[in-house]
């Protein structure tokens, strides 16, 4: 797996993400909301005290200290395959002003490797009809049909 | 809602479905393995302890002490749309022997009802292309398109 470009690191996700940009990062996804330092702590702390199951990884540019790309998995627990857990990739966002870089695909790699090392039988995620080519670049296949109901 | 046929109830799991054939009952599903009565708990008593996420629902024939169906959602935390929950309906089963009662549409309204209530902005699953058009009987419709890694 090639490295990173210089001046880039991938690491979990921290607190202080929420100065460097976290928040404006997963816009490119979809509705973010207007969160205030405590709605963020809340959920933060929340995924923390839930860390064997929620992992969230940033890229950061160091010399601006910002978010460039996210993503997470989350473990579930099933009982289906002897008490199998499935990764649910979730998430994926990159800044829109640094595409090319291949930030989405070292993302990806990362949640791979959690989901490989928590011991994972499976690693799935749901994408658009456009995006089934980046991800089976990822080494993903297309399985089954997601859907969706909104209260 | 119409209620159930007389002689069924719908209910949460239990730790004595173990005995009642819950683990069976998935196996129209996928492989379950052969859990000990020791694996049952330990991951029984895993989603108990994750209560506030995981819901896990059987409906039981009375009579014969059977589970005839079953299903789960769980409960997910985000940062998008506000720190917003989605459900993610999962294993969905209703034993071979018990086809046409409606126990599937059951399962999934209760479920609809819990990720409501909980609070989550959308509930989603994943399902084969010949089930498509029983979700869609469900409230569902087809959104996204699911990708699947294995180790
Ligand atoms: C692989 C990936 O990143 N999938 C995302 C999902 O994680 C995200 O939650 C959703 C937001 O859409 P929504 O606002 O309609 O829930 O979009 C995509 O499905
Ligand atoms: C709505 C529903 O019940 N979906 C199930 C999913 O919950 C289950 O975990 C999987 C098992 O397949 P697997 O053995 O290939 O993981 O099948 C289906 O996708």
Redesign the interface.
Same mark, same amino acid.
């Given at each position: 797996q090639a490295s990173l470009p210089k001046g880039y690191v991938l690491r979990p996700l921290q607190s202080g993400d929420y100065e460097r940009g976290?928040?404006d990062v997963?816009k490119v996804?979809?509705?973010? !909301? =207007? $969160?205030t330092k405590a709605?963020?702590l809340? @959920?933060f702390n929340?995924?923390k005290q $839930?860390s064997h199951e929620?992992f969230t990884i940033v890229i950061v540019e160091e010399a601006k200290n910002k978010v460039v790309a996210a993503g997470s998995v #989350?473990v579930? @627990?099933?009982? /289906?395959?002897?008490?199998?857990l499935v990764g649910?990739i979730? =998430?994926i966002a990159v800044d829109a002003n640094q595409q090319g870089k291949k930030f989405g695909i070292k993302i990806i790699e990362a949640l791979?490797y959690i !989901?490989?090392n928590t011991g %994972?039988?499976?690693? #799935?995620? =749901? %994408?658009? *009809?456009k995006n #089934?080519p980046f991800?089976?670049k %990822? !080494?993903?296949? $297309?399985?089954?049909? *997601?859907? /969706?109901? @909104?209260?």
């Open positions: 976290f928040l997963l996804l979809t509705e973010v !909301g =207007d $969160h709605q963020w809340e @959920r929340y995924l $839930h929620y #989350i579930e @627990r099933k009982f /289906v395959h002897l008490n199998g649910h979730e =998430d791979k !989901g490989e %994972c039988y499976k690693v #799935i995620l =749901d %994408c658009s *009809e #089934i991800y089976e %990822c !080494g993903f296949s $297309h399985k089954e049909y *997601e859907m /969706v109901w @909104r209260p």
